[in-house]
């Protein structure tokens, strides 16, 4: 057990020690403030957080219906709600892109309605990101919300509190470490999100060239640049989990 | 705000062909007790008249509003009805402060954070949890959560108090304090009051009628004295019917009027109540022989038959209710008139010190 438990924290560390070993550290100051690298860091932060925010603007809704409402088919919906978890994110992106795209099922009323193309486009970063990430959302407010004991919300219904103030001030902050945890698991999904993205989204600088596909190109050119940006990402996965290490750690 | 009168004749149909038919009507400043085994459908009462639970038919009126009426198409929410509830296992929001849990009807109500608190804080003084408001529920005591519930449901001056296992979550020396300090605040509360109970004592202690409630239906309605006098189903008769006998406690020794019981306890003082179980009670027609101290005689006043047992009420100088088998009542001839002896073991006495 011990010999096992050894090698499977080594399969964890060593690529990390990789990282660290291979790491260009004279020039990682200029390669992280290079022009490609802080445009990738900035559509990462910003399509991961807005990926974030919308997922828990709908994710929300889809936990509590499925939670809370019985309706027929509910099992279907949260199959298809759940399905991009185990969803190839290359099959995800291409989906995305047969819905979405210009000539798209949806995507080209769209177009022609406003203009709006969203392949190729920074939202279409967004969207793919918000598409793999927001069932680890769901999933996880879900089953808070199926554990909490609903004799609660009927409290503070009888103490005269609308449907809304029920839901702010009692369903969500009571299911609040649940909701924190989903929130950091789906934002950290986006943060990483690769397949979807270069699938639908393309691969371009400035626009759609988020950090992990900023390493894939660098692999194949420089791969000092490559290893730089993946420190990088691991610093901010870091700091994300150092600053809820009270909650992640407090759950063992 | 005016208090008016809860009548209320709930239908519930559940699919696991369970059936809820309930009568019940409490005048303003009235405590009625819904007296049942677990499982009866007591909760079920407290949720349709809250307003959590719509009812299928009959209606619910409080004062001159209908709160339900399923024929006549109303059913106010249960955020408009002006029911206060203490739940069973209280449901403080763990999340936030004593005080808080107690602002939460006012604040929900619009009523300004700052006069929120300040209202709160004196419902807390006034069940006696001064000091307490920065608390978390989930770091006071039982009986101090009972009183946070309670202060919570009061403090938004509710039109009905619904009260349900009110002190069944509390050890037995808390639920005898409580018990008397909920009595007060009960008879503070002006409009009508619903306890819903398992325990016959707090039923006969603090209600002024008795519903007792069976499968869900009423089997029978009474003040205190009547139901544990002259139960109707072997239920009632079984948990209602214990003898309860005040009197002061000193030594072991407890006077009821000019009668001495003596007790298994020799450390309590004091006013307290006896809670002596029928079965408890042995009749003979001779003086026994033998241990037991507490010994005397009198005569059968009442003989009623329940099924296979019979209930036997005896009189002076302690009257009690009494059980025996019907072969003992034929062995022993009883009846009214007959002269009889009656023993009682000390450690067969349930004793509550009493206020």
């Known amino acids: 057990m011990i010999l096992l438990g050894a090698l499977g924290t080594a399969l964890v560390a060593v690529p990390l020690i990789g990282l660290l070993w291979r790491a260009p550290w004279a020039e990682l100051g200029s390669v992280i403030t290079s022009r490609v690298v802080l445009d990738a860091l900035r559509l990462s932060l910003i399509s991961s957080l807005s990926a974030t925010a919308i997922a828990f603007v709908l994710g929300i809704p889809v936990a509590w219906l499925l939670a809370r409402v019985e309706f027929p088919g509910r099992h279907l919906v949260r199959g298809l709600v759940l399905l991009p978890l185990v969803l190839p994110p290359v099959v995800g992106g291409a989906a995305l892109l047969f819905a979405l795209g210009r000539r798209g099922l949806v995507g080209e009323p769209v177009y022609e309605a406003t203009g709006l193309v969203l392949p190729f486009s920074t939202w279409g970063v967004v969207l793919a990101s918000t598409f793999v990430a927001m069932p680890f959302l769901v999933i996880t407010v879900e089953g808070a919300l199926h554990n909490l004991d609903q004799r609660y919300e009927g409290a503070a219904a009888s103490l005269g509190a609308r449907r809304w103030t029920v839901l702010r001030r009692v369903t969500l902050p009571m299911v609040g470490p649940s909701l924190l945890a989903g929130l950091v698991l789906t934002w950290a999904r986006a943060f990483g999100e690769f397949g979807a993205t270069i699938t639908f989204a393309g691969n371009l600088q400035g626009r759609t060239q988020t950090l992990p596909l900023a390493v894939f190109v660098a692999l194949e050119s420089d791969r000092g640049v490559a290893v730089a940006i993946s420190l990088l990402m691991v610093v901010v996965s870091l700091i994300v989990l150092v600053a809820l290490r009270e909650r992640w750690w407090r759950v063992s | ?355």
Request: cysteine-free; glycine content about 10%.
């Open chain 2, 1 to 355: 705000m005016s208090h008016g009168a809860l009548h209320a004749r709930l239908v519930i149909e559940r699919s696991d062909d369970f059936r809820l038919d309930v009568d019940l009507s409490i005048e303003p400043g009235r405590t009625a007790a819904l007296l049942g085994p677990n499982g009866t459908g007591k909760s079920t009462v407290v949720s349709a008249i809250a307003g959590l639970l719509p009812i299928d038919s009959g209606s619910i009126r409080l004062g001159d509003e209908i709160l339900d009426d399923p024929d006549a198409g109303v059913f106010v929410p249960a955020e408009d009805r002006g029911v206060g509830v203490v739940f069973q296992d209280y449901l403080l929001f763990p999340h936030l402060s004593v005080l808080e849990n107690v602002a939460f009807g006012l604040r929900s109500r619009k009523t300004e954070t700052s006069s929120a608190r300040r209202a709160s804080r004196e419902w807390l003084t006034r069940v006696g949890l001064e000091g307490m408001e920065g608390e978390r529920p989930g770091e006071v005591s039982g009986g101090q959560a009972q009183r946070v519930a309670l202060a919570r449901a009061l403090a938004t001056e509710p039109r009905l108090l619904l009260l349900d296992e009110p002190l069944s979550a509390l050890d037995v020396t808390t639920r005898t304090a409580l018990r008397r300090s909920l009595a007060d605040h009960l008879s503070g509360f002006p409009g009508p009051r619903m306890l819903i109970t398992h325990d016959p004592t707090e039923a006969f202690l603090l209600a002024d009628e008795v519903y007792v409630m069976e499968a869900g239906v009423i089997t029978q309605t009474g003040a205190p004295d009547e139901i544990r006098l002259r139960p109707r189903t072997k239920y009632a008769a079984d948990l209602a019917g214990s003898n309860l006998v005040s009197g002061e406690a000193f030594g072991g020794r407890v006077e009821v009027g000019e009668f001495i019981v003596h007790i298994a306890d020799h450390t309590l003082a004091g006013p307290v109540l006896l809670i002596i179980h029928p079965h408890a009670v042995s009749i003979h027609r001779a003086e026994p022989e033998g241990s037991p101290r507490n010994t005397w005689s009198t005569v059968v006043t009442r003989v009623e038959s329940l099924g296979d047992r019979v209930r036997l009420q005896t009189g002076d100088p302690l009257p009690l209710t009494a059980e025996v088998t019907g072969e003992a009542r034929e062995a022993l001839s009883l009846a009214p008139g007959v002269p009889v002896w009656l023993s009682l073991k000390a450690t067969e006495i349930g004793v509550e010190q009493h206020g």
